[in-house]
């Protein structure tokens, strides 16, 4: 039963969220999205969420996965934050919207950007203070602000393993004294970033990168950085598909030139 109500609660937060967001992103992907429980096979191993994005001939919807294996490790304060992250308008908008583009070689509809597109996820859990969704719910916003410090921590486990050597287990235990996540999820992080150096740190690099051309944009611009001109700017991070960060920051100077 509380799995049922998990999921449904997951359903209901990524409607509500699909409705703000149109006030501050004007491209919506033709995909639905649906919410699912990781299949029991796979989900001790599994992270606490993930997305896994639509067919491209659009007969498949994107789905939002969530990790129920243990109802402990899935605290109601940091639902809203994940559904943001891992359905609207974090990895189904990218992603779903990288591959409704019309035109253009395939490779730019699937290529992946781990800075650019776990930077967006990152982006629009901040964007979430902006659209509301935490003003009544101090709650959620605390499971948001446990988020940001996972993230913060990620870079240094990330460079502690690859760059300082550290053991496994040394790793582990600054997770779990920093974060207050629950074991089984912390131990399952760690062996993560073991196989795949620098995928941790691309998270925090990517969002701070997003938050920084938005800054640009809105010192530029001035007043006429207003709701149209930020729905742009979103729309212009969204609808050219992953990018190397250093390609979008080329794409948002030349949109703040155009404007200006």
């Given at each position: ?41 796979k989900e ?19 789905v ?17 934050t994940?559904?943001i ?70 870079l240094?486990?990330?460079?502690g393993?690859?760059?300082k050597?550290w053991p ?6 600054y ?7 629950p074991e ?7 062996e ?6 620098g ?32 729905k742009?700017?979103?729309d212009?991070?969204?609808g ?17 030139a155009?404007?200006?």
């Open positions: 039963a509380g799995r049922e109500a998990a999921l449904a609660d997951f359903k209901k937060m990524e409607d509500e969220q699909l409705d703000r967001s149109r006030a501050v992103i004007g491209l919506v992907p033709k995909a639905p999205i649906e919410v699912k429980r990781i299949p029991e096979f001790k191993t599994a992270p606490g969420a993930y997305y896994h994005p639509p067919a491209l001939d659009g007969t498949r919807p994107g939002f996965f969530a990790n129920l294996r243990d109802m402990n490790e899935v605290p109601k304060f940091g639902m809203r994940l559904a992250h891992e359905g609207v308008p974090g990895h189904h908008f990218q992603i779903a919207l990288a591959q409704e583009q019309q035109g253009g070689p395939t490779f730019r509809k699937v290529l992946p950007f781990t800075a650019y597109m776990e930077g967006w996820a990152l982006y629009a859990e901040w964007l979430g203070t902006e659209l509301g969704f935490y003003k009544d719910d101090p709650f959620g916003d605390l499971g948001r602000l446990q988020a940001e410090m996972l993230r913060a921590v990620r240094v486990v990330d460079t393993i690859h760059y050597r496994r287990e040394q790793a582990i235990a997770m779990l004294g920093k974060t207050g996540e089984a999820g912390v131990i399952s992080e760690i993560r970033y073991i196989v795949d150096p995928q941790a740190s691309a998270y925090k690099v990517g969002m701070l990168s997003i938050r920084a051309a938005r800054e640009r944009a809105h010192k530029a611009l001035g007043p006429r950085f207003d709701a149209a001109a930020l742009a700017f979103h212009l991070v969204l050219g598909g992953a990018l190397p960060l250093e390609v979008l920051d080329e794409q948002v100077d030349a949109w703040i155009a404007r200006r």
